[in-house]
């Protein structure tokens, strides 16, 4: 019965803390704060210097002068810098001026499951050994030039916008002297042209798809500058258009643009806005609803310039079962393929962007494909250019164009 | 003045979100999220139009019992039966038991699955016309697709002799000339699309606002 006399759990505890606290380093870490270069305002970069790991470390954040801190995150014991968002909400919580950052390390991992919001600082300052609070302003740019951070990406980028428009502006002023500006031709677009003249001659309409993506969408917004000429060619052969969203402000603008053409090309009358339709906000239920029309309608000509999902090739096999002519273009890659096996003609990519420029033979539209042509090559050398070099152990073009942090 | 005010409006506005991407401060983008969320506000508005579009172009057809009525009057009659039982379910239209929920969970997701079930039936047809071997051009198409898609399945790794290069062989070309020809369309679609933002937004493409 001589049992050992059990050690008291208090004793023991503190025995622990005592051998914890002595694997903890003697000096608290010094935390350093900087807000990082091209920076919206909102973020400070909080970094510390300790040279042993502790178990774990705990982030805390104060604005300056208060002494209200909020547990940020709690990290493991390797960690040495934490990237801090000061505010989510800047209209109900603007930045303040100024804040303060201190980091615990502490003796044991902490778990906060199970401990309230508002005892979890003390719990995280009582669990370890809290160093000197370092202090640091958010400071917001007001140009993302990238030198700092070494990320010239957004520079670069700005810089070919810039000589985008400048090669516009010369261009067209060539144009205005009388130089001729060549543009290859392209089938596809010279096809729309020979579409709405085969509707007419059928007395069928033309199908008009502006794809399945919102407004904002460039590739939206290309197939509206086209569906203005393409209306106004179908009012003067004195056709009919259909034109199918799947988006309802989409139809609301391709309500205008159609109106517009026919405006312009004088037949304000034979506008008929029941043949722009809203189908359906659902992918499959505008695909059926467009096949519907495509099948009871049988349109001469189908149309389908835009951003496409899914649904391409339901649509293009449907209007070919119809026998229907078809002219698709879309710069989504997934389904640039369907197009090409299934219609008649494809714009492939940029060239959706040209169309409009093309046919509406402007100068100054014309001007912007010779600059974005320009442009092109330029970027071709680069790739040449940088392929090489980066073979060489050089990444100097990669650099250039490297685009980090949005 | 017709076209003058909308392309004011483009070019002040257009400038302004482009300007985001430069422009990193927050009190920048604290303005640029307003219009952004004005976008929003405007698109959802134009769901009630959108409805009102769906009802002046189907009613009159039902009205006046033209051709294939029939599938007009399904079409209203579920626009209103569903937009009822939308209301009538109110926030809880979601939770499981109710009439909306059944609705979306075994009409709207089957029908939607059996529109999307069609593309493999689409995808055969199509297939099969552009492999035909006309040209030099289709005749490349039609191998490199035979090698992708023989690799692909089990059979392909237990042919003899070539069965274990296939996988190798469909990788590279999945890897080097697909990737090669993405690329390709991927830059030229976004200096396309750079141009085009820059027409619209500098006032020389006019062609969607018609003439003044």
Redesign the interface.
């Known amino acids: 019965m001589n049992q050992p006399r059990p050690v008291p759990i208090k004793l023991a505890a503190l025995l622990l803390l005592w051998v914890l606290t002595l694997a903890l380093p003697a000096s608290a870490a010094t935390v350093s704060v900087q807000a990082p270069p091209?920076?919206?305002?909102?973020n400070l970069d909080v970094s510390w210097t300790e040279s042993t790991d502790p178990a774990g470390w705990g982030v805390l954040r104060a604005e300056a002068g208060s002494s209200e801190w909020t547990l940020l995150k709690l990290l493991p014991g390797d960690a040495r810098e934490h990237s801090d968002k000061v505010t989510t909400d800047?209209?109900n919580h603007p930045?303040a001026d100024e804040y303060q950052y201190k980091v615990v390390a502490l003796r044991a991992p902490v778990l906060l499951d199970e401990i309230e919001e508002s005892e979890q600082v003390a719990t995280v300052l009582a669990a370890g050994v809290a160093s000197e609070p370092g202090t640091g302003s958010p400071k917001?740019?007001?140009?993302?030039t990238g030198l700092k951070s070494k990320n010239y990406g957004?520079l670069v980028?700005?810089l070919?916008?810039l000589a985008?428009?400048v090669m516009?502006q010369k261009f067209t002023a060539d144009v205005r002297a009388g130089k001729e500006v060549f543009i290859r031709r392209i089938p596809g677009i010279d096809a729309i042209e020979e579409g709405i003249g085969r509707a007419t001659e059928m007395g069928k309409p033309i199908l008009y798809v502006p794809g399945i993506d919102?407004?904002?969408d460039?590739?939206t917004?290309?197939s509206?500058?086209?569906?203005?000429?393409v209306a106004e060619k179908v009012a003067e052969y004195q056709s009919d258009i259909i034109v199918s969203c799947c988006?309802?402000?989409v139809?609301?603008?391709a309500d205008?643009?159609v109106?517009?053409?026919f405006?312009?090309a004088g037949y304000p009358d034979a506008y008929n806005?029941?043949n722009?339709?809203?189908i359906s906000?659902?992918?499959?239920?505008f695909?059926?609803g467009t096949n519907?029309i495509i099948y009871?309608e049988q349109p001469a000509t189908n149309i389908y310039l835009g951003r496409f999902f899914?649904e391409s090739?339901?649509l293009?096999?449907t209007g070919f079962v119809n026998k229907s002519i078809q002219i698709a273009g879309t710069?989504e890659?997934t389904q640039?393929?369907?197009f090409?096996?299934?219609c008649d003609y494809t714009l492939?990519?940029?060239?959706?962007?040209?169309v409009?420029?093309y046919l509406?033979k402007d100068p100054?539209?014309v001007s912007?494909?010779k600059?974005?042509d320009w442009?092109?090559l330029f970027?071709v050398v680069c790739l040449i250019v940088g392929t090489v070099l980066t073979s060489f152990g050089l990444p100097i073009i990669n650099n250039l164009f490297a685009i980090s942090g949005g | 003045m017709r076209s003058t005010i909308p392309l004011v409006l483009t070019f002040v506005i257009g400038l302004f979100m482009v300007g985001e991407y430069f422009i990193p401060h927050w009190r920048y983008h604290q303005f640029t999220q307003v219009f952004l969320e004005w976008g929003l506000i405007l698109a959802a508005a134009a769901f009630l139009l959108g409805l009102f579009n769906l009802v002046q172009v189907n009613l009159p057809k039902v009205v006046n019992k033209e051709e294939d009525w029939g599938y007009k009057l399904v079409m209203l009659a579920a626009l209103v039966f569903t937009l009822v039982v939308g209301f009538m379910g109110g926030t809880d239209r979601l939770s499981n038991g109710q009439a909306y929920k059944w609705l979306f969970d075994f009409v709207f997701v089957p029908l939607n699955a059996t529109m999307f079930a069609l593309l493999a039936f689409y995808i055969a047809s199509a297939a099969f016309r552009a492999f035909r071997a006309r040209n030099l051009e289709a005749t490349v198409l039609l191998v490199a697709a035979i090698i992708v898609m023989v690799a692909r399945v089990p059979l392909g790794e237990d042919l003899p002799l070539v069965g274990e290069k296939l996988p190798q062989f469909m990788n590279w070309i999945m890897d080097v000339p697909n990737i090669a020809a993405r690329r390709a369309i991927f830059i030229g679609a976004a200096l396309g699309a750079v141009s085009t933002g820059l027409r619209v937004i500098l006032g020389i493409e006019r062609s969607h606002l018609g003439s003044d």
């Open positions: 091209d920076n919206d305002g909102l800047v209209w930045p917001g740019s007001f140009i993302r957004p980028m700005l070919i916008i985008v428009g516009m919102e407004l904002q460039i590739q917004i290309a509206m500058l086209i569906l203005g000429q988006i309802p402000i139809r609301e603008v205008e643009v109106k517009s053409g405006y312009q806005p029941r722009t339709r809203f906000s659902e992918q499959f239920a695909c059926a519907g009871r899914a090739l339901i293009a096999e710069a890659a640039l393929p369907f090409i096996a299934a492939i990519g940029e060239e959706l962007f040209a409009s420029a509406s100054r539209l912007s494909l600059a974005s442009v092109k970027v």
